[in-house]
Each structure stands twice: as structure tokens, then as C-alpha cells.
């Protein structure tokens, strides 16, 4: 046994083998039935573990940042006051990059920081700032996780996975598929042209979006205000997700 699944069952949860060998136990030799299972305990080991942790900001971005990179400190920054001031736990995938920043704030906080892991071809490192981790297997079963519950999402400067985070969590507000969460697009410098891009080609030339979808999510540099917003969010339970 190593120390990470040590570190995992002494939270309280259970490793992905550990799901697995219950499964089979359950189904068999039967390898759609044991997926499907899996697939149905990582929902729910997920979801209960953010239930449980509720008041939460969840933090999403890339796990290329750098820790000299300035941005990164901004985002260690951001996550302390959030746990320092408000009392919030801070949840992210628990890698690298903006992952790290964020768990390493609530972390030097004194505060709940949460990782929800997933297992990759190439190894993915748990940062050491997380003091909870919970593992998926499954990336829709963590990616429903993260949001189900959680007050607040802040999307930092990230890579393709941030941006099928965002999308989804948009279309699923559009669409009326979960309630009103807020949506904060931390850092003008990297958002900025996305919203242009939106607004141009999306809305003005193709208008394949309308007022209303733009008005789905905001762009902020300012912690002061970010706080402001966090502080005057509906609390969630995630009774309002995927209706």
C-alpha cells in the first residue's frame, strides 16, 4: 500500500481500486456491469464529499503554470482570502499549475483544501497542498463533482481541459440544467480576447448566442470584488444541478 492510498482512506474515502474490487465483487466478471458501477460510486463518493464540504469556491486552470509565474502567485493570493476571510472551502483537481496555486493558498490558510484526482495515462502528481483528496477514474463523473455543489467556479488562464470545463458548465446554465451559480473569468489579460471573440463573431456576425448567454459569466481582475461576489452567493446544496 502506498502513501498516497493511505492519505486517501485516512480522509474517510475510498481509492479507485478500492471501488473496483467492490465492484467485481458486486458484478462479477461482468466488465460493462463493474464500469457501470464504478461509474455510479464515483458520482456518488463525489458528489456527498462536496455536499460536505459546503460553503466552496472551486478553482479551474491549467497545470502548466509555473510557481515564479505571477499569475500563479495572484491565484495563491486569491485562494488564501477566500479561505482566510471567508471561511471557504477550496476545491480544484488537484494537480499542478492553478491547481496547486489555489490548494497551496487555503492550504497556508488554515483552511479545507480539496482535490478531486483523476487517474491519466501519464501520471498525474498529487500537489502536496491538498488535504483531501478524492480520486475519480471517470473525467465526467469528476467534472459534474466539482461543480455540483459549490458556490462560486473561478476559471483561471488554462489549456483545452479548462475550456471544456467552462463551456460545459455554461451550456448547463444556458439550457437551464443546473441553477444560478456565478461564473467569474479571472484575468482580463486572458480573457478579454475570448469575450471579444464572443461577442463579435458569436453574438454580432453568426448570433449563434443572444444577450442573455453572455450574461452567463464575468470577467474580473480585482480580488476585492471577487470576494464581494463570493460573499453574496446563493448558498447550494446542489438540489438545483442537472434538473
Known amino acids: 500500500m502506498n502513501n498516497d492510498t493511505d492519505k486517501i482512506r485516512e480522509t474517510g474515502h475510498l481509492t479507485i481500486d478500492d471501488v473496483k474490487n467492490g465492484c467485481v465483487t458486486l458484478s462479477g466478471e461482468n466488465k460493462q456491469e463493474i464500469k457501470l458501477c464504478m461509474i455510479k460510486e464515483e458520482f456518488r463518493n463525489g458528489i456527498d464529499s462536496i455536499k460536505d464540504c459546503n460553503p466552496s469556491v472551486t478553482f ?8 515564479e509565474s505571477p499569475v500563479y502567485q495572484k491565484i495563491r493570493n486569491l485562494a488564501y482570502r477566500i479561505s482566510k476571510e471567508l471561511g471557504y472551502a477550496v476545491i480544484t483537481g488537484g494537480g499542478d499549475g492553478v491547481m496547486e496555486a489555489a490548494n497551496k493558498g ?9 482535490g478531486l484526482t483523476i487517474r491519466l495515462p501519464r501520471e498525474q502528481k498529487t500537489n502536496k497542498y491538498v488535504k483531501e483528496e478524492i480520486p475519480f477514474e471517470f473525467f465526467f463523473a469528476r467534472k459534474v463533482s466539482m461543480s455540483y455543489a459549490t458556490e462560486v467556479c473561478i476559471f483561471c488562464p488554462g489549456g483545452f481541459g479548462t475550456f471544456d470545463e467552462l463551456f460545459e458548465i455554461l451550456t448547463n ?13 479571472y484575468g482580463s489579460d486572458f480573457w478579454q480576447p475570448l469575450e471579444t471573440f464572443i461577442n463579435e463573431i458569436m453574438l454580432e456576425k453568426y448570433q449563434t448566442v443572444n444577450e442573455k448567454d453572455i450574461k452567463l459569466y464575468i470577467i474580473k481582475d480585482s480580488d476585492d470584488e471577487i470576494l464581494e461576489i463570493i460573499k453574496n452567493s446563493k448558498i447550494r446544496n446542489g438540489d438545483d444541478s442537472l434538473q
Open 106 to 114: 487555503a492550504y497556508e490558510a488554515g483552511g479545507k483544501s480539496l
Open 60 to 67: 479551474y486552470g491549467s497545470t502548466r503554470l509555473k510557481d
Open 173 to 185: 446554465l444556458q439550457t437551464g440544467k443546473i441553477g444560478s451559480i456565478p461564473i467569474i473569468l
